[in-house]
Structures are given as structure tokens and as C-alpha cells.
């Protein structure tokens, strides 16, 4: 029981009872600085702190992004030059980033250790509330933007992290689209104004207005702290008011977001994005059709808009979907919600469409949406939404990420429009009751008149392709540096020179020596020296492998059964992949699409057909499964297993239209990845040049995909049939008993009731099936360069470590943390205005440097080429030493529900990993010295022998450095 008498200087303003996620929550206001807090107590030991403050941005600087960059590059009580690279060197934390939102800025953080959590949470209170950004312009000029040149001959530039993240952002069309759309929706609030900072503008940000913004909005009135977990809440509020809420006094302050007035008319509006210079216009635009449809306090309206959004738009043969691809009006719809706003709204978007088609997509929306209200919406539509949204809910598993940041990040998205709301969306089970009684009654019929057809707050935009745009952009602006270059005396761009070598002088000097040990940090007898055991129990039905993994998965089933695919040929792999995305989305036997995705939604969590790869550590051979993955309430288990024998058995592959616009979606999806994530990209295709498994994944996810499916395109459109007969021909052999071993995640006794339920389905299995022909793949070591319309690059350099005789050690997952946090975050982050920059170094041999966001290309690589010559001289003291080992220990352990247990165990069971072998390179971790990474340089020097090379990015600046290629061609033709 917390005692409130000791904690006079909080006033308790709500206790809450949070039974649906276990817990209890306590609202509390700090008398005396007017702090916000709230405090979610429950028994999960992986805590959470976070705190947020409204800053609603006023223009287009990216003033607040640059805020939230700036506020962890040191304090005044750990002065460093950047505590958060310190503390993801030197911390088991969980969780550790800053988020900047449209209208809030959010500082989360989550660890298991209870003196980790306190150490993290000081070093972000004392950066939100005494950071150095007040006294050192050059944090701001490094993080935000700064006008760079080296000699006074040179060229004008201008650099900056943020800058370039965000011109990385604006390559990409559907976050202009984002952007377009809020400002078509909320013109006169601060949603008008991209918070992240738009590219033209951020130049425009002073230091002083900078600083002004912080001073304005960084203070405990304005302040929203939320604690979750199993903690001390007594000492840690009592800490808090000592350490810091003490310290100042109540302001009044109007930070809270401004409602936009309802229109009276739906607005209109043209926007257009940068294309390749020589890039088709043809079936490139955007058409959105957007509403502003609940308030963001309205939990019941909000939820009810999340379901009809499922079941009218986005699931699979949705009818707002199906009309328009019927009508060929875009290659891929879908649906853009934004419920985290002041005024929560939503789109239809049709991607891959023309301009001209505007007022017919418009109509055909208008129609389906008119009719559903007119004969009704699916039942089992609105059930199916329901459902998987309740699923979810109870499930509570968000991967890698803690229960309690996700809890809490939506939390914020009612307390900083009600400070009396933090609770509001922790309990959801009422909700969804509620809402199933409502199926039935006309109520969702309702919310879409009021909400969509009758609603005058709306907007269409037409987003159009321009070629050449961003390079136009950029002469233009490298046309008005070198006039504004020209204004200025010698004594000027003298000025400047000097001023950039300071802050590269600044950049590289490493923080004082007397403050290096400020930092509180763990140490090495902290640590958990015995790795998480595997849980592997192998039975076998009708000579059928099932592998049990033992852990409470709270009454959920997650099963995985793999079928070995490893006769595929290397011609057919992404044939393959096309072939698993079409499961579950054609029509069978029993259903249509639409129907077979309700029936999923209603009686499982997912169910997925997935490819999965892996090596054999005891041949050293790639196996190659499809994974049919699905996880389902235990009294569904049965019933999941029947729409899995559904799709199995009687798929049918004969409609042409539908092939058709699945392939043009899966190109149309995968385009846009292949360029917002350049480094994926560009590491993928890189390593597929040596790697048996990245060749995998270069075919089934890469460019070769994306080429692979413009000709599946091609050949559905003149000779449908061949397309038909090769889909067959892989389904025909695929799934058989001989091919096949199973994964099951969950408790003994629930695993004894399922083994005779499996029993029955795994009997309509064939025994075995044809093999198909196989083949050997082919490697060949090229260097290229991929170009789009990007502002920025992705540099990939990689090699085979193996074939030059070294071995996978823990050393090496260390040297992982190293190179990410120090050399490359030095040296292309900070020095080179990158937004990232990563290293790794895989079981397999496989060793990769990748940049991200990067405004540079041969420099980039020289940098990697670096890495050597920096290990070689490596030379930590122990505290630096021991904050790698610690850091490496987090990225190890991280958190893991029931369904990432079971996952782990039995990638051991199939790799051949033993316990043995992952406990010896955690020891190897543990008690690694500066000797033992010395000792990797060979290694790495390796890795850059071997010269794959591969960049994807701007078309000019790959042309610039053309000679550093063997191949040049665009991305996406």
C-alpha cells in the first residue's frame, strides 16, 4: 500500500482501477511545480518511465525534433557531449529513445533492473529540465543545422542530422502524403505544420527561436510522467519532487491543441512528390478521401471508427477496396487512420491511380459507403474487427517492446487533451462487449452517415508525380547558397571556414575527462551470468516431428508447422514468395476472400504463410521451410485448424482479375520499402552477392522481387494461364507429411489437449509429394548503385568473414555495440550528418557497415574502411569496457513473451545451437577485455577485402561518384 502521507507534496486526484491490464492506477499533481503524474502499479518487472510535454509546433523548422534531439546531448549534471549513446553503451535498458509526435514530445524509457531504471530515468530528467542545448549553440548546430565549408574556395552546404532525416522523410510519397493531409484537414492548428521539420524550412530556425521553444515548453506545468511496473512508487516520487519538481513553481501555460473548426465543405486540394527524372508519370498518383470523424477523448466513437475501418476498407475484399480496384482506379487501397490527434480522422487512399480519375473515385466511395449504410454492413465483417482488435488486447504481446511504453504512449493521447484521462484506454473489454451488442442495431450504419457521408469536415487531395523535382530542388538550393556565398566578404566566408572546422574540432574533442565517470552505471556483477535455458520436447504423430515448447502462453496456442522447401529452384524463389502472399487471400472451396478474413479474424489471432530460412550449424547447409504460422484462443484451436485445411486443399488460383491486383499491390507495397528503408535495401543486396540466406531474401523481399513481380505482372496480363499452372505447381507440392515438423508454444496440459485435434487435421495430409528440381545458386561480386528520387543515400559495404577462416564469437556481438555507438556514431552520424548508422556480424559469416539517411557516399565508405586501423587501436579504460559488455548483455536479453520463447528455443532445436554454445558466448561477453576486440581487426579487414558494395539513393550523387560502381541502373524501372 502506497503511504500518501509521506507524499505531501502530490495531491492525489483519481485512483483508477485497471482490471483489465491487472494493474492500478493513481493520478496525482505535483503542488508545487503543477507536474502531471501517473502511476500504473501492477507486478511487471520490466518498468517504464516516461515523460512528455505539448509542443505544438508554429511553422515548419522542425524546431521540436530538433528540441528532442538536442535535450540528450548532455546536462548539467552528466555534462557529456551525448548521454544517450552513453547510457545504450552502458545500460540493460529495454526501451531508450525520444519520440517527437504532431503536438507532443515523448521521452520513454523501460529496464528490468531496478538500478538501471533509476539511473536512466535521472539522466533523462536531468536532460528534459537542465540540458546543455542553453549553453552550447553547437549541439543545436550539429543536431538541427549548420551552414558547412571546408576551404573558402569550396562550396556552400548546408548539414545538420535533422535536416537530413527529414529530407530522407520528404523522398518518401506517402509521408507527403501524411503531411498533406493533415494540413488539409486542420488548417488552422498546428497539425498544419510538420513537426519532424520540413527540409526548405529548418534553415530558417535560429538558435534563439530555438531556445525560445524550449524555455517556453520545457517545464513541469507542461509536464506529463508516467511510471509502470513493479517499482517503489513512494521513493520514486519522493525522488522526483527532491531532485527536481521542487526546483520550480507553477506557471500557467496554454499548450493544449486548438480544435479545428468543422468545414462547411469538403476541401480540395493538388500536391505533388519527386519521381526519377526519366521516371513514367503513368499511374503515379495519390487520390485520398479523408474525414475528421471522433474526438480524441471519445473511446467508444474511436474504437467503433478502428472496426468499420477494418471491415469496410482494410481487410482483405473490403467493399470500399473492391470497388475501386473493380473500377481500376489504383494498383493498391488502403486505409490511413490518425486516432492519436486532437480530432482523430481517417482516409481511403488509392495509390497507383491517375489525376483524371479523382471524381469517379470519389463517387464509387461515396456509392459503396451509401449502400452499406442503405442494405447494411457484414456482420461478420464488424465481428471480425472486434475481435482481432479484442485478441490483441488480451494478448498484450508487442514483440520486443514493453506492454507498459505501449500502454503508456497511448495514454498520452487522452491525458494531454484531459489531465484527468491518462486511464482512458486501459480498459477496453467493455468496449468491446458493447460494441458486439451493437452489430445488430444500426449503430455502425449511423456512425457512417454522421461520420462519412454527411460530414462537410473532409478533404480530397490529389497528389501528383513531378519528375526531377528533388533535383531541381537541390540545384535550386545549391544556385542560392552560392549567391548568398557571393554576398559575403572574405572576412565572412573566412568566418564560416573557421566555424565549421570548430565544430568539427568540437564533434571529434571527446567530453572532458573529469566528468567521464558521471554517468551512473551498472557493473559487471550485475549481470545474469546463465543464459535463458531451451525448452524442447520432441513427440512424434504418424512420424511427424512436434517439437513442445513449455510456457505459459496465458490460454493462447501459437503454433508454427514447417514444410521443407529446400528442392525449390533458384528461378522460382520469388515466384515462391508471390505464391504465399496469395494463401489466405484468394477465394476457396467454402469462401470468398472477404468471408475467409472474417472467418480468420473471428476465430484466430492471424494466421500467416510465411518463408523462413535458416543454417544448420552441424552441416553448415541453408534449410529453407514454409511457415505456416497461427495463434488462436485454445477453444478455437480446432476451428483455426479447419480454415488452415480451407486454404491448404481449396485454394482456387483461377481468378485472373484477382491475381492481378494482388501482384500490383505486392509491387506497388514493395516499391515504396525497398525506398524508405534504403538500408535494408542496400545491406540485402549487398550481402545476396556471397550469403545463400540473404540471396534468399534478396529474391522473396528485394530489388530482385520488385523486378521478379513487374514481370508476373506482365505475363498475368498477356498469358494468365502460364502464371495459373507455375502457382499450381508449387501448391501441388509444397504440403506433405514427409516435408513437414511442427512448433507448438503453450502449457503441458493445453498441449495434450491439442496433440489429438492436430492428430485429425495432420491426417488429410498426403504422405508425400513430387520434389521439385532444385538447383545450385550463382554469386558474383559486383559494387552497385541503385538510384530513386531520394534526397539522401544508404552506403552498404559487406563481406564473408567466414571464408577467410575466422568464426562467429559473443566477442563479435560486441564489437556490433562498439562500432554502432562509437566509431560509426562518430563518425557518420555526428561527423557526417547521417540519421544512422549500424555494423553486424552474423552465426553465418556474414559482416555488413550500413549508413541511413546519409547525405554522403565515397566519404561513408571511407569511413567504413576505417574500421580496422580504429580496432587495432582500440583501448578502453574498464568503465568504458564494462558499459559495451553491459550494452551487449541488453541487446541479448531482451524482453520475450510466450510466443518469442517458443521461437527462440526452437530456431535452437533446428540450428543445432546448443545451450552450451550460446552460454560459452555470453561468457565470452562477460568477461571480454579491449584485447579480445583488438584481436577481431583481421576480421573485419576481411569483411572490406571482400568489396560488396551496394548504395541505393540520389540519382545525381551516384552519378557524381559513378567510378566507385560496376553497375549503375534505377531502382525501379
Same mark, same amino acid.
Given at each position: *500500500? +502506497?503511504?500518501?502521507?509521506?507524499?505531501?507534496? $502530490? &495531491? %492525489?486526484?483519481? !485512483? #483508477?482501477?485497471?482490471?483489465? @491490464?491487472?494493474?492500478?492506477?493513481?493520478?496525482?499533481?505535483?503542488?508545487?511545480?503543477?507536474?502531471?503524474?501517473?502511476?500504473?502499479?501492477?507486478?511487471?518487472?520490466?518498468?517504464?518511465?516516461?515523460?512528455?510535454?505539448?509542443?505544438?509546433?508554429?511553422?515548419?523548422?522542425?524546431?521540436?525534433?530538433?528540441?528532442?534531439?538536442?535535450?540528450?546531448?548532455?546536462?548539467?549534471?552528466?555534462?557529456?557531449?551525448?548521454?544517450?549513446?552513453?547510457?545504450?553503451?552502458?545500460?540493460?535498458?529495454?526501451?531508450?529513445?525520444?519520440?517527437?509526435?504532431?503536438?507532443?514530445?515523448?521521452?520513454?524509457?523501460?529496464?528490468?533492473?531496478?538500478?538501471?531504471?533509476?539511473?536512466?530515468?535521472?539522466?533523462?530528467?536531468?536532460?528534459?529540465?537542465?540540458?546543455?542545448?542553453?549553453?552550447?549553440? *553547437? +549541439?543545436?548546430?550539429?543536431?538541427?543545422?549548420? $551552414? &558547412? %565549408?571546408?576551404? !573558402? #574556395?569550396?562550396?556552400?552546404? @548546408?548539414?545538420?542530422?535533422?535536416?537530413?532525416?527529414?529530407?530522407?522523410?520528404?523522398?518518401?510519397?506517402?509521408?507527403?502524403?501524411?503531411?498533406?493531409?493533415?494540413?488539409?484537414?486542420?488548417?488552422?492548428?498546428?497539425?498544419?505544420?510538420?513537426?519532424?521539420?520540413?527540409?526548405?524550412?529548418?534553415?530558417?530556425?535560429?538558435?534563439?527561436?530555438?531556445?525560445?521553444?524550449?524555455?517556453?515548453?520545457?517545464?513541469?506545468?507542461?509536464?506529463?510522467?508516467?511510471?509502470?511496473?513493479?517499482?517503489?512508487?513512494?521513493?520514486?516520487?519522493?525522488?522526483?519532487?527532491?531532485?527536481?519538481?521542487?526546483?520550480?513553481?507553477?506557471?500557467?501555460?496554454?499548450?493544449?491543441?486548438?480544435?479545428?473548426?468543422?468545414?462547411?465543405?469538403?476541401?480540395?486540394?493538388?500536391?505533388?512528390?519527386?519521381?526519377?527524372?526519366?521516371?513514367?508519370?503513368?499511374?503515379?498518383?495519390?487520390?485520398?478521401?479523408?474525414?475528421?470523424?471522433?474526438?480524441?477523448?471519445?473511446?467508444?466513437?474511436?474504437?467503433?471508427?478502428?472496426?468499420?475501418?477494418?471491415?469496410?476498407?482494410?481487410?482483405?475484399?473490403?467493399?470500399?477496396?473492391?470497388?475501386?480496384?473493380?473500377?481500376?482506379?489504383?494498383?493498391?487501397?488502403?486505409?490511413?487512420?490518425?486516432?492519436?490527434?486532437?480530432?482523430?480522422?481517417?482516409?481511403?487512399?488509392?495509390?497507383?491511380?491517375?489525376?483524371?480519375?479523382?471524381?469517379?473515385?470519389?463517387?464509387?466511395?461515396?456509392?459503396?459507403?451509401?449502400?452499406?449504410?442503405?442494405?447494411?454492413?457484414?456482420?461478420?465483417?464488424?465481428?471480425?474487427?472486434?475481435?482481432?482488435?479484442?485478441?490483441?488486447?488480451?494478448?498484450?504481446?508487442?514483440?520486443?517492446?514493453?506492454?507498459?511504453?505501449?500502454?503508456?504512449?497511448?495514454?498520452?493521447?487522452?491525458?494531454?487533451?484531459?489531465?484527468?484521462?491518462?486511464?482512458?484506454?486501459?480498459?477496453?473489454?467493455?468496449?468491446?462487449?458493447?460494441?458486439?451488442?451493437?452489430?445488430?442495431?444500426?449503430?455502425?450504419?449511423?456512425?457512417?452517415?454522421?461520420?462519412?457521408?454527411?460530414?462537410?469536415?473532409?478533404?480530397?487531395?490529389?497528389?501528383?508525380?513531378?519528375?526531377?523535382?528533388?533535383?531541381?530542388?537541390?540545384?535550386?538550393?545549391?544556385?542560392?547558397?552560392?549567391?548568398?556565398?557571393?554576398?559575403?566578404?572574405?572576412?565572412?566566408?573566412?568566418?564560416?571556414?573557421?566555424?565549421?572546422?570548430?565544430?568539427?574540432?568540437?564533434?571529434?574533442?571527446?567530453?572532458?575527462?573529469?566528468?567521464?565517470?558521471?554517468?551512473?552505471?551498472?557493473?559487471?556483477?550485475?549481470?545474469?551470468?546463465?543464459?535463458?535455458?531451451?525448452?524442447?520436447?520432441?513427440?512424434?504423430?504418424?512420424?511427424?516431428?512436434?517439437?513442445?515448447?513449455?510456457?505459459?502462453?496465458?490460454?493462447?496456442?501459437?503454433?508454427?508447422?514447417?514444410?521443407?522447401?529446400?528442392?525449390?529452384?533458384?528461378?522460382?524463389?520469388?515466384?515462391?514468395?508471390?505464391?504465399?502472399?496469395?494463401?489466405?487471400?484468394?477465394?476457396?472451396?467454402?469462401?470468398?476472400?472477404?468471408?475467409?478474413?472474417?472467418?480468420?479474424?473471428?476465430?484466430?489471432?492471424?494466421?500467416?504463410?510465411?518463408?523462413?530460412?535458416?543454417?544448420?550449424?552441424?552441416?553448415?547447409?541453408?534449410?529453407?521451410?514454409?511457415?505456416?504460422?497461427?495463434?488462436?484462443?485454445?477453444?478455437?484451436?480446432?476451428?483455426?485448424?479447419?480454415?488452415?485445411?480451407?486454404?491448404?486443399?481449396?485454394?482456387?488460383?483461377?481468378?485472373?482479375?484477382?491475381?492481378?491486383?494482388?501482384?500490383?499491390?505486392?509491387?506497388?507495397?514493395?516499391?515504396?520499402?525497398?525506398?524508405?528503408?534504403?538500408?535494408?535495401?542496400?545491406?540485402?543486396?549487398?550481402?545476396?552477392?556471397?550469403?545463400?540466406?540473404?540471396?534468399?531474401?534478396?529474391?522473396?523481399?528485394?530489388?530482385?522481387?520488385?523486378?521478379?513481380?513487374?514481370?508476373?505482372?506482365?505475363?498475368?496480363?498477356?498469358?494468365?494461364?502460364?502464371?495459373?499452372?507455375?502457382?499450381?505447381?508449387?501448391?501441388?507440392?509444397?504440403?506433405?507429411?514427409?516435408?513437414?515438423?511442427?512448433?507448438?508454444?503453450?502449457?503441458?496440459?493445453?498441449?495434450?489437449?491439442?496433440?489429438?485435434?492436430?492428430?485429425?487435421?495432420?491426417?488429410?495430409?498426403?504422405?508425400?509429394?513430387?520434389?521439385?528440381?532444385?538447383?545450385?545458386?550463382?554469386?558474383?561480386?559486383?559494387?552497385?548503385?541503385?538510384?530513386?528520387?531520394?534526397?539522401?543515400?544508404?552506403?552498404?559495404?559487406?563481406?564473408?568473414?567466414?571464408?577467410?577462416?575466422?568464426?562467429?564469437?559473443?566477442?563479435?556481438?560486441?564489437?556490433?555495440?562498439?562500432?554502432?555507438?562509437?566509431?560509426?556514431?562518430?563518425?557518420?552520424?555526428?561527423?557526417?550528418?547521417?540519421?544512422?548508422?549500424?555494423?553486424?556480424?552474423?552465426?553465418?559469416?556474414?559482416?555488413?557497415?550500413?549508413?541511413?539517411?546519409?547525405?554522403?557516399?565515397?566519404?561513408?565508405?571511407?569511413?567504413?574502411?576505417?574500421?580496422?586501423?580504429?580496432?587495432?587501436?582500440?583501448?578502453?579504460?574498464?568503465?568504458?569496457?564494462?558499459?559495451?559488455?553491459?550494452?551487449?548483455?541488453?541487446?541479448?536479453?531482451?524482453?520475450?513473451?510466450?510466443?518469442?520463447?517458443?521461437?527462440?528455443?526452437?530456431?535452437?532445436?533446428?540450428?543445432?545451437?546448443?545451450?552450451?554454445?550460446?552460454?560459452?558466448?555470453?561468457?565470452?561477453?562477460?568477461?571480454?577485455?579491449?584485447?579480445?576486440?583488438?584481436?577481431?581487426?583481421?576480421?573485419?579487414?576481411?569483411?572490406?577485402?571482400?568489396?560488396?558494395?551496394?548504395?541505393?539513393?540520389?540519382?545525381?550523387?551516384?552519378?557524381?561518384?559513378?567510378?566507385?560502381?560496376?553497375?549503375?541502373?534505377?531502382?525501379?524501372?
Amino acid at each position: *500500500m +502506497i503511504n500518501w502521507n509521506q507524499l505531501t507534496a $502530490y &495531491e %492525489l486526484m483519481k !485512483e #483508477e482501477n485497471l482490471a483489465d @491490464i491487472s494493474s492500478k492506477g493513481y493520478l496525482l499533481r505535483h503542488k508545487k511545480s503543477g507536474a502531471h503524474i501517473a502511476l500504473v502499479s501492477n507486478d511487471d518487472d520490466n518498468k517504464v518511465f516516461s515523460i512528455a510535454f505539448r509542443t505544438p509546433p508554429s511553422d515548419e523548422t522542425g524546431v521540436a525534433h530538433i528540441t528532442e534531439h538536442t535535450t540528450l546531448c548532455g546536462s548539467a549534471k552528466y555534462p557529456l557531449k551525448d548521454p544517450f549513446v552513453d547510457l545504450v553503451k552502458g545500460s540493460l535498458n529495454t526501451f531508450l529513445n525520444a519520440i517527437t509526435y504532431p503536438d507532443k514530445t515523448v521521452y520513454p524509457l523501460a529496464s528490468y533492473n531496478n538500478q538501471d531504471f533509476k539511473n536512466l530515468m535521472d539522466v533523462y530528467l536531468d536532460a528534459v529540465f537542465n540540458p546543455m542545448l542553453l549553453k552550447e549553440p *553547437m +549541439i543545436f548546430e550539429q543536431e538541427g543545422w549548420h $551552414y &558547412e %565549408l571546408e576551404d !573558402e #574556395e569550396g562550396e556552400l552546404t @548546408i548539414n545538420g542530422v535533422v535536416y537530413n532525416e527529414m529530407k530522407g522523410a520528404y523522398s518518401d510519397p506517402d509521408g507527403i502524403l501524411y503531411h498533406e493531409i493533415l494540413k488539409a484537414l486542420y488548417p488552422d492548428t498546428a497539425y498544419r505544420n510538420d513537426s519532424g521539420g520540413n527540409p526548405r524550412a529548418i534553415p530558417n530556425l535560429t538558435y534563439e527561436d530555438y531556445v525560445a521553444f524550449y524555455k517556453k515548453y520545457y517545464h513541469p506545468s507542461n509536464s506529463y510522467i508516467y511510471l509502470y511496473g513493479d517499482m517503489d512508487i513512494e521513493e520514486r516520487l519522493l525522488y522526483l519532487d527532491r531532485e527536481y519538481l521542487s526546483k520550480y513553481e507553477m506557471l500557467e501555460m496554454d499548450t493544449a491543441m486548438k480544435m479545428q473548426a468543422p468545414f462547411s465543405k469538403t476541401s480540395e486540394l493538388e500536391g505533388d512528390y519527386s519521381v526519377a527524372s526519366d521516371d513514367s508519370t503513368d499511374k503515379s498518383t495519390y487520390l485520398s478521401y479523408s474525414w475528421v470523424v471522433a474526438d480524441a477523448l471519445d473511446k467508444k466513437r474511436l474504437m467503433a471508427i478502428e472496426v468499420l475501418e477494418s471491415a469496410l476498407i482494410s481487410s482483405p475484399g473490403a467493399p470500399v477496396v473492391k470497388a475501386l480496384l473493380d473500377a481500376g482506379i489504383g494498383s493498391d487501397v488502403y486505409s490511413d487512420s490518425n486516432n492519436g490527434l486532437r480530432q482523430a480522422s481517417i482516409s481511403v487512399v488509392a495509390k497507383g491511380a491517375e489525376a483524371s480519375e479523382k471524381d469517379r473515385f470519389v463517387s464509387i466511395v461515396r456509392e459503396v459507403l451509401e449502400k452499406q449504410v442503405r442494405e447494411g454492413i457484414n456482420h461478420d465483417a464488424l465481428l471480425a474487427a472486434i475481435n482481432s482488435r479484442e485478441f490483441h488486447f488480451r494478448e498484450a504481446d508487442f514483440g520486443r517492446f514493453p506492454k507498459g511504453l505501449l500502454y503508456g504512449l497511448s495514454a498520452y493521447d487522452a491525458w494531454t487533451v484531459d489531465e484527468m484521462q491518462p486511464f482512458l484506454f486501459m480498459n477496453q473489454l467493455d468496449i468491446f462487449a458493447e460494441l458486439k451488442e451493437e452489430i445488430s442495431t444500426g449503430y455502425f450504419e449511423q456512425i457512417v452517415k454522421e461520420q462519412f457521408l454527411d460530414n462537410p469536415h473532409s478533404a480530397i487531395l490529389v497528389l501528383k508525380p513531378n519528375p526531377g523535382k528533388s533535383l531541381r530542388e537541390e540545384e535550386a538550393l545549391q544556385k542560392s547558397l552560392q549567391e548568398y556565398k557571393q554576398t559575403l566578404s572574405q572576412e565572412q566566408i573566412r568566418g564560416i571556414v573557421e566555424h565549421t572546422k570548430a565544430l568539427h574540432e568540437y564533434q571529434e574533442t571527446p567530453s572532458d575527462e573529469k566528468y567521464k565517470d558521471c554517468l551512473p552505471m551498472l557493473t559487471r556483477a550485475d549481470l545474469r551470468e546463465k543464459a535463458m535455458e531451451f525448452k524442447n520436447t520432441e513427440v512424434f504423430e504418424d512420424g511427424i516431428p512436434i517439437v513442445h515448447h513449455e510456457y505459459d502462453s496465458n490460454g493462447i496456442d501459437y503454433v508454427t508447422m514447417l514444410f521443407s522447401v529446400e528442392d525449390l529452384r533458384p528461378e522460382d524463389l520469388s515466384l515462391y514468395r508471390m505464391y504465399l502472399s496469395l494463401l489466405s487471400y484468394m477465394d476457396t472451396e467454402h469462401y470468398d476472400y472477404n468471408t475467409l478474413s472474417n472467418q480468420i479474424n473471428i476465430y484466430s489471432g492471424s494466421i500467416a504463410f510465411r518463408p523462413y530460412s535458416y543454417t544448420d550449424s552441424r552441416t553448415g547447409k541453408l534449410m529453407h521451410k514454409l511457415a505456416v504460422k497461427f495463434k488462436t484462443l485454445e477453444e478455437n484451436f480446432d476451428k483455426t485448424l479447419e480454415l488452415i485445411d480451407e486454404i491448404i486443399y481449396k485454394t482456387d488460383f483461377s481468378d485472373v482479375k484477382h491475381l492481378l491486383e494482388l501482384v500490383r499491390q505486392s509491387k506497388s507495397r514493395l516499391q515504396s520499402d525497398l525506398s524508405s528503408s534504403g538500408n535494408s535495401t542496400a545491406s540485402t543486396r549487398a550481402l545476396s552477392h556471397f550469403s545463400e540466406g540473404y540471396r534468399l531474401m534478396e529474391e522473396m523481399n528485394g530489388i530482385a522481387m520488385y523486378r521478379a513481380i513487374v514481370k508476373m505482372e506482365k505475363q498475368l496480363e498477356s498469358d494468365p494461364q502460364s502464371f495459373i499452372d507455375q502457382i499450381r505447381y508449387l501448391h501441388e507440392r509444397v504440403f506433405a507429411k514427409d516435408r513437414l515438423m511442427i512448433s507448438f508454444t503453450g502449457k503441458q496440459d493445453v498441449f495434450e489437449r491439442a496433440l489429438p485435434i492436430l492428430r485429425k487435421h495432420l491426417a488429410l495430409l498426403p504422405d508425400t509429394s513430387e520434389k521439385m528440381t532444385g538447383g545450385k545458386l550463382d554469386f558474383e561480386n559486383v559494387k552497385e548503385g541503385f538510384t530513386d528520387a531520394s534526397q539522401i543515400q544508404y552506403v552498404c559495404r559487406a563481406g564473408d568473414f567466414k571464408a577467410h577462416g575466422y568464426q562467429f564469437s559473443g566477442y563479435l556481438r560486441m564489437l556490433k555495440m562498439i562500432l554502432s555507438y562509437d566509431y560509426l556514431w562518430t563518425n557518420v552520424r555526428v561527423l557526417g550528418g547521417a540519421y544512422g548508422c549500424f555494423a553486424n556480424f552474423t552465426r553465418e559469416g556474414e559482416g555488413y557497415f550500413v549508413s541511413y539517411r546519409d547525405p554522403n557516399l565515397s566519404k561513408t565508405n571511407t569511413v567504413f574502411e576505417g574500421v580496422p586501423e580504429y580496432l587495432k587501436n582500440f583501448d578502453p579504460d574498464e568503465r568504458t569496457m564494462t558499459g559495451y559488455v553491459i550494452s551487449t548483455f541488453g541487446a541479448v536479453d531482451t524482453p520475450m513473451g510466450a510466443e518469442a520463447k517458443g521461437t527462440r528455443s526452437m530456431n535452437a532445436y533446428l540450428t543445432g545451437i546448443s545451450y552450451e554454445q550460446v552460454q560459452r558466448e555470453r561468457s565470452e561477453i562477460l568477461h571480454a577485455s579491449a584485447e579480445n576486440i583488438r584481436a577481431l581487426a583481421p576480421l573485419v579487414q576481411s569483411v572490406l577485402d571482400d568489396g560488396y558494395f551496394c548504395v541505393v539513393g540520389n540519382e545525381k550523387k551516384i552519378a557524381e561518384e559513378k567510378d566507385l560502381f560496376t553497375h549503375i541502373e534505377k531502382m525501379c524501372e
